[in-house]
Nanobody, 120 residues
Framework: QVQLAEAGGGLVQPGGSLRLSCAASPSISKRNVMAWYRQTPGKERELVADITSGGDTDYADSVKGRFTISKDNAKNTVYLQMNSLKPEDTAVYYC??????????????WGQGTQVTVSS
């Protein structure tokens, strides 16, 4: 069982920056995809960015050029650097991890969520 611990949310002014972190414990399988999702009240959870164990990344169009996902394999930690934040980025951000055992066998884990509020 993988536990995900998120940190780094908070209140920031428009145009500011925040960095979220998500540590997986005790460890995560070598084949994995880690991602950040976000959700606002009344809306579905949406994918913000993901990164594969090979280092390939993908971003939602709304955050391209502003957000960067990265990871530290030695620490089993994924980061989301958020720059040029906008009020519409306000949401609860969730870390997600998928362990891939085979083409038809995966395990999904979620963090507890961290609030990001962009407001002046």
């Amino acid at each position: 069982q993988v536990q995900l611990a998120e940190a780094g949310g908070g209140l920031v002014q428009p145009g500011g920056s925040l960095r979220l972190s998500c540590a997986a414990s005790p460890s995560i399988s070598k084949r994995n995809v880690m991602a950040w999702y976000r959700q606002t009240p009344g809306k579905e959870r949406e994918l913000v960015a993901d990164i594969t164990s090979g280092g390939d990344t993908d971003y939602a169009d709304s955050v391209k050029g502003r957000f960067t996902i990265s990871k530290d394999n030695a620490k089993n930690t994924v980061y989301l650097q958020m720059n040029s934040l906008k009020p519409e980025d306000t949401a609860v951000y969730y870390c997600h991890a998928r362990e891939i055992y085979s083409t038809d066998s995966v395990a999904d884990y979620w963090g507890q969520g961290t609030q990001v509020t962009v407001s002046s």
